[in-house]
């Protein structure tokens, strides 16, 4: 939960920018791969920065998000690339009245089509760790730690016990960042609604 003074729009895309270059250098994001958002639910005014706006169908309604707004990465861009140009990489979303809708807001230079196609299961889990939370500023990273992703594929370690057993074995003081340890979900087709439903469970217990 964040106290006044608020971060401005502006502070955002640059912790966004931030973010995206710190994955990149990790070797954490390959490619276009990966993607960032931000909910915040104090008032903003994106128009400064996004001019144009479009009547957006949400994925899922989430009514208690009324007015909340996020900043989410479009479909395609390199995370390395937001600081560059935020609004060139990012979407500004305005929840609507009643959460069935948005108002999506993006600036002249954008350059993708739409927002990530992740957006569903970002949205969820926002909504799900808000309500039980009620925090007032959440983001998530969706990343590809090269290491683990290379062991998400190998049996043994798609077993969530094993592979928290091992992984603090080799590396203790990863349970000081990770207290919950590591989820792990069967592989689903990206922008699914079971990769949403797993998203949520998972990280309802390691978050």
Do not use: K
């Amino acid at each position: 939960m964040l106290t006044p003074p608020y971060p401005e729009i502006d502070d955002l895309l640059h912790m966004m920018g931030e973010a995206g270059r710190h994955l990149a250098e990790i070797e954490a994001s390959e490619g276009a791969a990966g993607n960032i958002s931000v909910c915040v639910r104090w008032p903003v005014e994106p128009r400064s920065r996004f001019p144009l706006m479009q009547t957006f169908p949400l994925p899922q309604p989430v009514p208690e998000l009324a007015g909340a707004t996020f900043l989410v990465t479009g479909s395609g861009r390199r995370l390395r690339e937001v600081i560059d140009i935020p609004t060139a990489n990012i979407a500004c979303i305005v929840v609507d009245p009643g959460g069935e809708t948005a108002s999506l807001y993006t600036s002249y230079h954008r350059r993708f089509q739409q927002v990530t196609s992740e957006f569903n299961s970002h949205l969820a889990v926002h909504y799900d760790q808000i309500l039980a939370t009620d925090t007032n500023f959440h983001a998530i990273i969706h990343a590809q730690p090269m290491h683990i992703t290379y062991l998400s594929h190998v049996p043994r370690y798609q077993d969530e016990h094993y592979l928290n057993t091992h992984l603090l074995r080799w590396q203790p003081e990863t349970i000081v960042n990770l207290p919950e340890g590591i989820g792990f979900i069967p592989f689903a087709v990206p922008g699914s609604a079971e990769l949403m439903a797993g998203n949520v469970a998972a990280l309802r217990r390691c978050r």
